[in-house]
């Protein structure tokens, strides 16, 4: 996932609301937006290691990834970084915890930047700072550098998103998924340089991302209210280039 920008305990009426979009090559195979079968995990699936990019589960729990950017230092046969999201969202630990656990294989795995939380709280963790830092109250954007890097997507996409969310008790999702639709390019004097090329910096900038082989699979929005009401929805891109969808929306309670 290469965009995720969310509000956690700032909005009067809900303790958190993430809008994301998950970016990858479209000939990966995918699964959209489910409840896992003997799991009790609800999220799409990478169907090439059975992991995921972002999901929820029914006892309290929430999990997201992006990729760190630097293709300077890529591993060969690394471990799937989906895999992290999906053991925290499978396993007993609290966020600490794994956290914990996790940062002592940190270096085993190419760059990540993962979200993991509860009802005690919610944390971040990149295995290139191999810091723990507990998320505090506003609203935030993680792309594929560190937490708050402002890049264009980042600092253009929380502002928007802050605008848009207001104090509002009705959000309107409508507006979120135009946000995680924009592919206006930045401006190149406010490009990072990862190590891919001013044309793939440029092509990578926007929100909403198209090329022939790789772009935006998935553009997903969860709410969860201060009475622990959850809403869950995803669209599913079916050919990025033809602009159809599949939507998927579960509502449940925590």
């Not at 990478?46 to 995921?52: C, E, Q, S, V, Y």
């Not at 996790?102 to 005690?120: C, E, F, M, Q």
């Not at 810091?131 to 954007?141: D, L, N, S, T």
């Not at 848009?164 to 409508?174: S, T």
Request: aromatic content about 12%; hydrophobic content about 35%; charged content about 25%.
């Amino acid at each position: 996932m290469c965009l995720i920008l969310f509000s956690y305990n700032h909005h009067p009426h809900y303790k958190l609301i993430l809008a994301s979009n998950r970016d990858e090559f479209y000939e990966r195979p995918t699964e959209k937006l489910h409840m896992w079968a003997d799991k009790n995990i609800l999220a799409g699936q990478d169907k090439m290691n059975n992991g995921t990019w972002l999901g929820i589960s029914q006892d309290w729990k929430l999990s997201a990834i992006t990729n760190y950017r630097n293709l300077s230092n890529i591993k060969e046969n690394a471990p799937s970084r989906g895999l992290l999201v999906r053991n925290f969202l499978e396993n007993n630990e609290n966020p600490m915890g794994y956290l914990n656990k996790i940062s002592n294989s940190a270096s085993d795995y190419n760059g990540y930047n993962l979200l993991v939380g509860d009802k005690t709280g919610l944390y971040y963790f990149s295995n290139i700072e191999n810091r723990i830092e507990k998320i505090k109250p506003g609203v935030h954007g993680l792309s594929n550098h560190f937490l708050n890097t402002p890049w264009p997507k980042v600092k253009n996409g929380k502002k928007e998103f802050e605008r848009i969310i207001g104090k509002v008790k009705e959000i309107p999702i409508d507006e979120i998924f135009k946000l995680l639709n924009d592919s206006t390019l930045a401006p190149e004097n406010e490009l990072p340089d990862t190590g891919v090329g001013i044309e793939w910096e440029r092509v990578l900038a926007p929100i909403f991302i198209k090329t022939e082989t790789y772009g935006t699979r998935a553009s997903s929005i969860i709410t969860i209210d201060h009475n622990d009401h959850i809403t869950f929805i995803e669209k599913s891109y079916l050919k990025t280039n033809s602009g159809k969808f599949e939507t998927s929306t579960v509502r449940f309670n925590w």
